[in-house]
């Protein structure tokens, strides 16, 4: 049990920001044959705070995602003391299509654990960033 009333905070944009660009991995929330799904895929923050992926050009993400809205979603958990965060970003995902900014995500962007022949950056933008952190205290044992 919890011995904090409050053990739920709202996050504000900033703080959200700085946390996602804490934790490598995250999961795109998208629409696939008018179902939900859910991916998990290494990203990394760009400068204007959207979400960037690096994938492969034919991959079904990229068919199902490009210029849709879509959710993202990262967090952080301690199931030892009940604490950690969670941050969404709502935006639209387009594929980066102009070769100098593609060339700049190649050298400083996210990369991707997969080997990939060739490579597509997804940027997802940051129009909508939530995050909800869970402060809890350890349970008697």
């Known amino acids: 049990m919890f011995q904090n009333d409050n053990a739920f905070r709202a996050l504000g944009r900033q703080e959200c920001l700085r946390l996602l660009a804490k934790v490598p991995v995250g999961r ?83 990369t991707s654990w997969m080997p990939l022949r060739e490579t597509v950056f997804v940027r997802i933008d940051s129009e909508m960033v939530t995050g909800r952190e869970l402060g809890g205290t350890r349970v008697p044992q």
Do not use: K
């Not at 008018?34 to 990394?44: H, K, R, T, Y």
């Not at 003391?81 to 941050?87: A, D, H, L, P, Y």
């Not at 639209?92 to 190649?106: G, M, Q």
């Open 28 to 110: 795109v929330v998208y629409t696939r044959h008018a179902l939900p799904a859910v991916l998990p895929i290494n990203f990394s923050l760009g400068t204007d705070s959207a979400v960037l992926l690096r994938t492969s050009p034919g991959s079904d993400l990229v068919r199902a995602i490009a210029g849709v809205v879509v959710a993202f979603e990262a967090d952080e958990f301690d199931a030892a003391t009940r604490s950690g965060w969670s941050v969404v970003v709502t935006g639209r995902a387009t594929v980066v299509t102009d070769p100098a900014e593609h060339e700049r995500l190649a050298q400083s962007g996210p």
